[in-house]
């Protein structure tokens, strides 16, 4: 009983040391972000007072309406694209033989280990060959296709632990094969591809090597994070607190994202304990 309570409190103290050692940056730039215009704040530094000056300092200079837009329309057009291929992808390796199946699986998770930053020039060269470089497009294709050799695991890994009897049987009745994956497996998907869909999202919304590279000269489509580093390299920008509150602006989408759907991921995590 000792050794279980000792070991309760050990446990206990490292999981309230690794919140403090993840919580301290963010807390930091909120508090930050919330302390008057021109008040030299740094680290933990507690405000005297409440301020939201630096926010709305920020949301005027920074021009952050259009940034978070453009964000939304990348990251929503490519959580739907690659659940879209990456269902259809990870059900044929999962369910159906073909010729290659193995070569061609072993080929799309290469993309798993590969750096994508080693893309980038060639990805730039392509595209502005193909006259789509500073558009919502030059973001969104390369990013759907960097994230599907994930995607197509994720999603193959779950059709892989439902039981085959449900498309045996499926078959039986006359199912075709999308109908089978549409009526059946994918009302049983829905965790695992909710929870897919909040990861793409948070990568998406935290794209910047990509938006650096691919659309610099056009604000209307530059996201989110690459208008924060603009921002705060801007030297009319050089107070800490407006550039605090910039990054607050551009997180709290995410920050929201993730509470409302932590829920769901780890359901999603869960999921493919299906036994037969």
Do not use: C
Not at 188 to 206: C, S
Request: glycine share 6%; charged share 10%; aromatic share 10%.
């Amino acid at each position: 009983m000792l050794t279980s309570r000792r070991q309760t409190v050990i446990g206990h103290a490292v999981l309230a040391v690794a919140a403090i050692a993840a919580l301290y940056p963010f807390l930091s730039v909120v508090l930050l972000a919330l302390s008057k215009p021109g008040t030299r704040q740094s680290g933990f530094t507690l405000p005297t007072s409440i301020s939201f000056d630096n926010f709305s300092e920020a949301w005027s200079r920074g021009l952050f309406s259009q940034a978070l837009l453009s964000s939304l329309i990348v990251a929503a057009a490519v959580v739907v694209g690659t659940i879209v291929l990456a269902v259809l992808a990870g059900y044929a390796f999962a369910a159906f033989p073909f010729p290659l199946k193995g070569l061609l699986l072993g080929l799309l998770l290469v993309g798993l280990v590969m750096p994508y930053e080693a893309t980038v020039i060639p990805l730039y060269y392509q595209l502005r060959s193909w006259h789509l470089t500073n558009t919502y497009w030059a973001l969104i294709l390369p990013q759907i296709g960097l994230s599907l050799p994930f995607a197509v695991f994720w999603m193959r890994t779950f059709f892989v632990s439902t039981p085959p009897a449900l498309r045996e049987a499926a078959a039986v009745d006359g199912a075709s094969r999308f109908r089978t994956l549409r009526s059946i497996l994918l009302p049983m998907a829905a965790p695992a591809i909710g929870t897919l869909a909040t990861l793409l999202f948070l990568f998406a919304w935290n794209e910047f090597l990509l938006a650096l590279v691919l659309v610099p000269d056009d604000r209307s489509v530059q996201t989110a994070p690459l208008a924060l580093s603009f921002f705060a390299g801007n030297r009319r920008n050089s107070n800490p607190g407006v550039t605090a509150a910039a990054a607050v602006i551009v997180a709290l989408p995410v920050l929201i994202s993730y509470i409302a759907l932590q829920r769901r991921m780890i359901s999603g995590m869960l999921a493919g304990a299906v036994k037969e």
